[in-house]
């Protein structure tokens, strides 16, 4: 008497199970020849299809390697930065920063700002014939920051009135505008002009 069929003693199955059993039988231990689960199974055929069409993708049909992605991706965000630039002019920030910090820079922002700014953004930004830098309205910036408020200075929106300064202030003066807009900014002038353009947050 083998193991198996000492094995068979104390198990009880039924017909179709003994017709499942396969004929091998380790140290008493059985198996069934159950067929796997289908979605096992399908799992299992798609990985072979999806291997096989991996390799022939990345090795014979020129799929970019991962290098290639990565220089592609970087030179997109070289293109954004190209984009900010013109729109920032060139704004130094690091340089901005060291000015900023000095001292003296809230006296020279008021002074480049009555006079050059005053006569048409009136006393404190509050607006006249140029629009009201105390709220959060824009006509012509997208983002309010030092360096976008200093590409447009820069370049200005001659058509409405608003002058451009690149030729008549230094990098400095530029500066001091900027920090200007920037600390009258959301100050909402009690008798400010109207808000006008884009509400930016
Ligand atoms: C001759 C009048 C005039 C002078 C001087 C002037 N501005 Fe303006 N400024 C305007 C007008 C008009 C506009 C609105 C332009 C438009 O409609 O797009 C404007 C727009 C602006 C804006 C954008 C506002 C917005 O809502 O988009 C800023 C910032 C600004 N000026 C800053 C300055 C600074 C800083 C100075 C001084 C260096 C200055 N301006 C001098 C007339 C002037």
Redesign the pocket.
């Known amino acids: 008497m083998n193991n198996h069929d000492d094995n068979q003693k104390n198990t009880i199955l039924n017909d179709a199970e003994k017709n499942l059993l396969m004929d091998h039988n380790y140290d008493g231990i059985e198996e069934f020849d159950y067929p796997l689960p289908s979605w096992w199974l399908w799992t299992f055929i798609a990985g072979g299809f999806f291997a096989v069409f991996y390799i022939y993708l990345y090795n014979f049909a020129g799929a970019p390697s991962l290098a290639q992605e990565y220089q592609k991706e970087l030179a997109k965000v070289e293109a954004k930065r190209e984009e900010q630039r013109k729109l920032t002019g060139n704004f130094d920030a690091a340089a901005y920063k060291v000015w900023n910090e000095r001292p003296e820079s809230v006296q020279q922002a008021a002074l480049?700002?009555e006079e050059?700014?005053l006569?048409?953004?009136e006393e404190k930004g509050k607006g006249d014939?140029?629009?009201n830098?105390t709220d959060s309205?824009?006509?012509?910036?997208k983002r309010v920051t030092a360096g976008d408020?200093y590409g447009?200075?820069l370049v200005?929106?001659e058509d409405?009135?608003?002058?451009a300064?690149a030729d008549e202030?230094s990098k400095e003066e530029l500066f001091a505008?900027?920090k200007?807009?920037l600390s009258v900014h959301n100050t909402n002038a009690p008798d400010g002009k109207e808000p006008?353009?884009v509400e930016i947050k």
């Open positions: 480049v700002y050059n700014c006569s048409c953004h014939i140029g629009p830098l309205h824009w006509l012509n910036l408020i447009f200075i200005g929106n409405n009135g608003m002058p300064w202030l505008a900027v200007y807009v006008q353009g």
